[in-house]
């Protein structure tokens, strides 16, 4: 068993797992060189070309899981968003949805089929270039897609989304609910085709008061769980911006591990939380562009702070940025692979 899978189920290990939030990424010379002769949505739905970029981090720094290489947006593709990646801007869906006549032109082709090109990635994945590295599946959860179905992009404080939820509710819970049986489907189809884990992305939770976030996060994550088949209990992690103010909710849902943000007490949290849910976190990805010094002592405060509980994985608190130095990375890495964890009798 790897140590990611250990301390996702809370048993102990001999030393801490570490994986990074967009660990394949442009920060990567590597990823670059294939950037450039590619399109992302190219890369990402070219199962060969997904799986080297997979890998690249993984042989480079040897973590300790992998993550699929995709985005949590081929969801949103696949339902009829006319989805493109533009430099400097990020993801531009030309087709927002705003109002009920948008909805009825989304598609109806069942997620597994249009999103084949993941599963056969997956598979050739599993099929030997990972050895024991544990593969990471993932999806966006039901709200974070939607607001970029609605926002049309990335956005700074979901104005369009949170106006469509406050006026027109019902137009909102339509595509809330397809994207609950899309994302249950579409998690299903990765843990069939052999993921070792999974974990949902819901970044935008952090725009929303507490009645909203049990309206539009809880209920969709708990009917996005409910309909996940699972017979292998492939354990399944949840990340959200705005966990310092939402991860005791969160910890009720019958998920393995909570992954955690950067502004989380990381101290708090681990003396509070359920024995039995990991936590996965929170290194504020700005503190890889910081000195080594630096680096070094936020990493010993995480690691007092939640190293010695059963059931920590080091993480970032968001995804790694393209301008992290790689010498950073390596520090990092070194660092936490280094830790023995000791665990209270
Ligand atoms: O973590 C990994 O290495 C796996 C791959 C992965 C990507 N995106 C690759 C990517 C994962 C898990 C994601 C998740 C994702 N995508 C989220 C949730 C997590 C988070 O970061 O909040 C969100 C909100 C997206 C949507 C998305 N995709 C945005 C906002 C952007 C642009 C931002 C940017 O950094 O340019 C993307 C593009 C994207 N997804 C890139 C990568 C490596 C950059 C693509 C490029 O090479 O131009």
């Given at each position: 068993m790897?140590r990611y899978?250990?301390?996702v189920?809370?048993?102990?290990?001999?030393r801490?797992?570490?994986?990074?939030?967009?660990?394949?990424?442009?920060?990567l010379?590597?990823?670059?060189?294939i950037?450039?002769?590619?399109?992302?949505?190219?890369?990402?739905?070219t199962?060969?070309?997904?799986?080297e970029?997979?890998l690249q981090?993984?042989?480079?720094?040897?973590?300790?899981a992998?993550i699929?290489?995709s985005?949590?947006?081929t969801v949103?593709?696949a339902?009829?968003?006319?989805?493109?990646?533009?430099?400097?801007?990020?993801?531009?869906?030309d087709?927002?949805i705003?109002?009920?006549?948008d909805l009825?032109l989304?598609?109806?082709?069942?997620?597994r089929?249009s999103?084949?090109?993941?599963?056969e990635c997956?598979?050739?994945?599993?099929s030997g270039?990972?050895g024991n590295?544990?593969?990471?599946g993932f999806a966006?959860a039901p709200?974070?897609?939607?607001?970029?179905?609605?926002q049309g992009?990335?956005?700074k404080?979901?104005?369009l989304?949170k106006r469509l939820m406050l006026t027109?509710p019902?137009?909102?819970a339509?595509l809330?609910d397809?994207l609950v049986?899309a994302t249950?489907?579409?998690?299903s189809?990765?843990?069939?085709?052999?993921?070792?884990?999974?974990?949902?992305f819901?970044?935008?939770a952090?725009h929303l008061?507490?009645p909203?976030?049990?309206?539009?996060v809880?209920?969709?994550?708990?009917?996005?769980?409910?309909?996940?088949?699972?017979?292998r209990?492939?354990p399944?992690?949840i990340?959200?911006?705005?966990s310092?103010v939402?991860?005791?909710?969160l910890?009720?849902?019958p998920?393995q591990?909570?992954?955690?943000?950067?502004?989380?007490?990381?101290?708090?949290?681990?003396g509070?939380?359920p024995?039995?849910?990991?936590?996965?976190g929170?290194?504020?990805?700005?503190v890889?562009?910081?000195t080594?010094?630096?680096?070094?002592?936020q990493?010993t405060r995480?690691?007092q702070?939640?190293?010695?509980?059963?059931?920590?994985i080091?993480?970032?608190?968001?995804g790694i940025?393209?301008?992290v130095?790689i010498?950073m990375?390596?520090?990092?890495?070194?660092q936490v692979q280094?830790?023995?964890?000791?665990?209270?009798?």
């Amino acid at each position: 068993m790897s140590r990611y899978i250990e301390a996702v189920w809370c048993r102990p290990v001999d030393r801490l797992p570490i994986w990074l939030m967009r660990q394949a990424g442009r920060y990567l010379p590597e990823y670059r060189a294939i950037r450039e002769r590619h399109t992302f949505m190219n890369m990402i739905q070219t199962p060969e070309i997904a799986a080297e970029i997979t890998l690249q981090p993984i042989r480079r720094f040897g973590l300790d899981a992998a993550i699929l290489f995709s985005d949590i947006l081929t969801v949103a593709s696949a339902l009829g968003s006319k989805l493109e990646f533009v430099e400097g801007k990020g993801p531009v869906i030309d087709n927002p949805i705003r109002t009920e006549s948008d909805l009825t032109l989304l598609s109806q082709t069942p997620i597994r089929d249009s999103l084949n090109y993941v599963r056969e990635c997956i598979e050739l994945l599993q099929s030997g270039p990972l050895g024991n590295t544990p593969l990471i599946g993932f999806a966006g959860a039901p709200f974070t897609v939607a607001s970029y179905m609605i926002q049309g992009g990335s956005s700074k404080d979901l104005t369009l989304v949170k106006r469509l939820m406050l006026t027109h509710p019902n137009i909102m819970a339509d595509l809330i609910d397809r994207l609950v049986l899309a994302t249950a489907d579409y998690v299903s189809m990765q843990i069939e085709a052999g993921v070792d884990g999974i974990q949902l992305f819901d970044t935008w939770a952090i725009h929303l008061s507490m009645p909203e976030f049990e309206e539009w996060v809880m209920s969709p994550l708990k009917a996005v769980l409910n309909r996940i088949r699972n017979p292998r209990r492939v354990p399944i992690t949840i990340f959200t911006r705005g966990s310092a103010v939402f991860w005791n909710r969160l910890a009720t849902l019958p998920v393995q591990c909570l992954s955690l943000d950067w502004q989380v007490d990381i101290k708090g949290v681990a003396g509070l939380a359920p024995s039995h849910i990991a936590l996965q976190g929170n290194l504020d990805p700005m503190v890889l562009t910081a000195t080594p010094t630096v680096l070094s002592s936020q990493v010993t405060r995480i690691l007092q702070s939640a190293g010695n509980r059963p059931g920590f994985i080091f993480n970032l608190g968001h995804g790694i940025t393209p301008d992290v130095p790689i010498d950073m990375v390596t520090r990092l890495v070194e660092q936490v692979q280094a830790y023995q964890p000791v665990y209270e009798a």
